[in-house]
């Protein structure tokens, strides 16, 4: 999702540091010296395509990723040409802390952390009327039966923010996870909007502690929860690619405050787990300037 403050002293040690953890590593031994694909067991094969779950366990394997708790879907191409036009609106809106305006009527508010090494740009909803037009994708995408089995909730999986993520740049891997909870309690998907998007990938850390590459395509989708160690991949495009982003998960209240240290960072309007709406200065207030990465 984002990146560490260059700052912090050894990032991508860091990074791993805070994301390893007993739980998927116990659960991955088997397979990290030996092909996954020939050892596949019948009972542990999941509803999503393509990962590796055992009954009752908070955390999932992908084996073709190597990597933990995180999956591909399809993004719908009509999805993709209908949010064309008003992606490449996005491309201008680039002053940090601004609210911007979309031909449709949605406000964007722009937060941008200038101390990455990116020239990211995080364009979430600005009240709650523009939230519900991204409620309104997520549950378009189906994206909450997928992650429920993984998630305790009680009644259902909820986004609590979405965004128009544009970047053209990154200067340096900083490795993180998005989420600090130890199980999985909240979700994030990135999605390319842009052929651009294609272009400028995310760099990852696999099981066996090794660093690979994923391209992002367009009308596939990365979904990712805790553990998930990443970064935007070192690049230079002369455009801003666009993504989707939605971050999503329990409607529990207990865990807001981990779950809210990465959400409630990146937007200026949010809604909690329990259906309510607050602001990032209000869930400061309550939970002080606490960081997931």
Known sequence: MGQVNPEAASGAAQGRDSCQFEAIVRFAAPWRTHPIAEEVLPAMQSTISGILHKPGDPHFLNPALMAPNAFEIDIPHDLIAELAPLTAETQGMRENRAQYRLSNGVSLFNERPLAWQSD???????DEEAFHWFDAIYHRLGLGPLVAPFVPHDREIRLYAGFLVTRSHCTGLNMHCDWSTDDNLAFTLMAPLTVAGERLGMTYRTIRDEE???SYKLGRGLVFGTKFVHSTAIGQLDERAAFLCLNFGTDRMEH?????????????????PDGTFTTQAQWRARYGD???Y
């Not at 807001?256 to 409630?264: C, K, Q």
Request: positive net charge; glycine residues 4%.
């Open 120 to 126: 990211i740009c995080w364009l979430s909803h600005a």
């Open 212 to 214: 690979r590459e994923l």
């Open 256 to 272: 807001w405050d981990s779950i809210g240290s990465t959400t409630a960072r990146q937007c200026n309007v949010l809604r909690q």
């Open 290 to 292: 606490r960081k997931a």
